[in-house]
């Protein structure tokens, strides 16, 4: 019920690009994307609700590919302010409210 | 109005202390969350209100219980806390359960002792 998140943690230099795959053993309709920086409540990135969606954020962009039940987060050329703790979510079993994935911990660093 | 404000922003209580902690957005969301979060986890669903009803309960304990006076508040009334539900307690609002992301306020840290 949870999805899977990967890599656990990623280190960067400034300008330097990531990705941060989601994925699911069932089958998804939607995935969220947040970023929760230390000591803060997380941030909405986005959404992406139809299979094979792309979206844009700034620099960081997301596909959803609903076939392999996964999505993918990217960040290019990353800046100091990218550095975070990354979650997907991806809807709960008993109705629609989201289950976060163990997150992805992103430190860019100059 | 774009936040979700939580009150407090600490809290200490005993194991037989009764508290509730607080939840207000002006958005017009009509869905509503508590989720619980330790430290490192990621943010762990409690309840969800949608119209103001309680529509998931992810089979938390009855020490705490959720309340939705209206389309803008949300409590979570606590009585009897052990001190492993420390946490920091999080509320989040979204347009609708389905299509729209969440915000979050900033949480109520959360020590019981």
């Known amino acids: 019920q949870q999805p899977v998140q990967s890599p656990q943690a990623v280190i960067l230099r400034e300008g330097e690009d990531a990705v941060i795959n989601c994925s699911s053993s069932k089958a998804l309709y939607s995935v969220h994307w947040y970023r929760q920086k230390h000591g803060e409540a997380p941030v909405f990135l986005m959404i992406l609700l139809k299979g094979g969606e792309q979206k844009g954020h700034e620099k960081i962009s997301a596909s959803f590919n609903e076939k392999k039940q996964q999505s993918s987060l990217y960040l290019t050329a990353s800046q100091l302010s990218y550095s975070g703790t990354y979650f997907c979510?991806?809807?709960?079993?008993?109705?629609?409210?989201?289950?976060f994935g163990k997150g992805t911990s992103l430190l860019v660093t100059p | 109005d774009t936040e979700v404000t939580q009150t407090p922003k600490h809290l200490v209580m005993g194991m037989t202390n009764k508290k509730s902690l607080k939840c207000e957005q002006h958005m017009g969301h009509r869905a509503m969350y508590w989720y619980k979060q330790k430290a490192k986890k990621p943010p762990e669903l409690m309840f969800v209100y949608s119209y103001e009803k309680l529509s998931i309960n992810e089979s938390v304990p009855s020490r705490f219980s959720p309340e939705c006076p209206n389309s803008s508040l949300l409590n979570l009334h606590l009585h009897a806390l052990q001190p492993e539900d420390s946490a920091l307690y999080l509320c989040?609002?979204?347009?609708?359960?389905?299509?729209?992301?969440?915000?979050f306020g900033s949480g109520t840290r959360l020590t019981v002792v």
């Open positions: 979510g991806t809807e709960n079993p008993n109705g629609y409210a989201l289950n």
């Open positions: 989040a609002s979204s347009q609708d359960r389905y299509l729209h992301g969440y915000t």
